[in-house]
């Protein structure tokens, strides 16, 4: 009688429910396009979800709300990080999460070399390590802002693309085009989150990341606005490049987002302070089912 294989299987099928959970608590945008991708992507995207938001939280409130002082959430944050690691080393973690996230990555090929710069932004979030309950404001110059945004949403993106290429073989030309388009895709994404959570950052957490310091005028909205545009322009022209099962979902992100970078600009830089823009469920689901037929329509490939 041969021993059950079932063990390692049940604890990674149990992480996996537990990541798709995250997803399926904090965002409803990525929630409907993961459910676009097709079966062999669609829970390694939840994984890359699960691990960044969990990491994104220690630095973003929950555990300063627990209690932790700043240094204690650095603790926290670099545990989680050495954790994550020795999972994408060895395969396993005893954080669900974590042990979710390393199955993708090493199926994928995701490496240090992309959660570093990720884990990196997440460190710049809290500031000076002190014992105080909270840091200084922090405010990003361009520099700053562009190194944080590679760290906390370019190389997201990539770990996505990494997932969507594997097993692919492709000329030079087309991965650098690829990754180009992932790593712009990503970049609107935060950019235009940065314009919509301007309250919540500015008040609750303390961070300027689209100036360095002073509020944003209307023009200042305009600049950022079309940065977004432009960065959406050049992800959608590598989309057909993407394997067809992973079109239809990165068509609806991007709508979607293209859609809130609207609203956002049709709202005076000052209600942004007070204001968090949404695009409505129903208009989300509008733009899903026209990106699947869409996609549906292409020739395949």
Known sequence: MSEDPSSLDRFTRTAEIAAGDVIGTYSTSFGLATRLLGARHRQHVRNIYAMVRVADEIVDGVAAEAGLSVAEQAEALERYVADTHRAMRVGYSSDLVIHAFARTARESGIDESLTQPFFDSMRADLGEVESTPRPAPLTYDAEAHARYVHGSAEVVGLMCLRVFLRGRSLTKDERDR????????????????????????????????????????????????????????DARTVIPLLPKDARAAVRSALALFAALTDRVDRTPAEDLYTTRVRVPDPVKAGLAARALIATWMERDS
């Open 178 to 233: 690829l990754e180009f388009g992932a790593r712009q895709l990503g970049a609107a994404f935060q950019n235009i989150n940065f314009l919509r959570d301007l309250a919540d950052d500015t008040d609750r957490l303390g961070r300027s990341y689209l100036s360095a310091g002073d509020r944003l005028s209307d023009a200042d909205r305009d600049d950022w606005v079309r940065t977004v545009r432009a960065q959406l322009d």
